[in-house]
């Protein structure tokens, strides 16, 4: 029943409570999150943007607690990394870059697709942050899963919802952008850490909940995404 249920159970479903989650994790205050001791100690600046968002998006204040707990448990809770020990909320805004807009072009010709010019491809990351010398994109996602937030259930959520290609689409945007603001100085083999998908009903749950993380060797050079995305859009041309 929703009286025993966890609060990101409790909380609908639908494009409105992604907007508002996406929102919320874009404008909050990550330092009082994280000096809260539990979702209940939020500060009134905290609880206030919450119920602000909330508003904005027509959803009930009932459900302020709940997804206070979902921004706590997110911004709280560690997550797996390779360069060293990870927790959103410490992460300092001079190393986060929200909603990063990007349009990157494709030479189709040059990659084999001779029938077709340039291709645009465009969208927001919602995440470019830096840890441990380290670049990642992160995109915050609100689904449901059915099978739980371990493993095997993202997996399988990822394919299902086609966010391998979006993932790449998202690292060729962002390397681009790191060569060009960095220059020489910027190395994807040293620097690029990676890309997190963050489902966010899945944090606070157990260790690893929630978190799907594609190290940047299954991901591969830029040379090899630029090739594969070329084929993949003159695949959908050609339909």
Not at 185 to 196: E, L, R, S
Request: net charge negative.
């Amino acid at each position: 029943d929703l009286e025993s249920a966890h609060p990101a159970d409790r909380l609908p479903g639908g494009a409105r409570i992604g907007s508002l989650c996406h929102d919320i994790l874009e404008t909050i205050d990550y330092g009082s999150v994280r000096n809260a001791s539990a979702p209940a100690a939020l500060d009134a600046g905290a609880r206030d943007l919450i119920l602000k968002q909330m508003r904005r998006y027509q959803l009930d204040p009932a459900w302020a607690d709940d997804m206070a707990e979902v921004v706590w448990n997110t911004l709280n809770t560690p997550i797996p990394n390779e360069a060293a020990p990870l927790v959103l909320g410490d992460l300092r805004p001079a190393d986060r870059l929200h909603e990063v807009e990007f349009t990157c072009c494709l030479d189709l010709a040059a990659n084999g697709c001779h029938d077709l010019g340039d291709g645009y491809l465009r969208g927001f990351i919602d995440l470019l942050f830096l840890h441990g010398g380290r670049y990642y994109i992160l995109d915050w996602k609100s689904n449901r899963l059915e099978g739980g937030y371990g493993g095997e259930s993202l997996a399988a959520g990822m394919s299902a919802a086609g966010y391998h290609l979006q993932y790449r689409i998202y690292t060729l945007a962002a390397l681009r952008w790191l060569n060009l603001n960095l220059g020489p100085d910027f190395d994807p083999a040293i620097h690029f850490g990676g890309v997190y998908y963050i489902f966010l009903r899945g944090m606070g749950r157990g260790p690893g909940s929630g978190v799907f993380f594609t190290p940047p060797a299954s991901i591969g050079p830029v040379e090899r995404l630029e090739a594969e995305l070329a084929r993949q859009l003159e695949g959908c041309h050609a339909c």
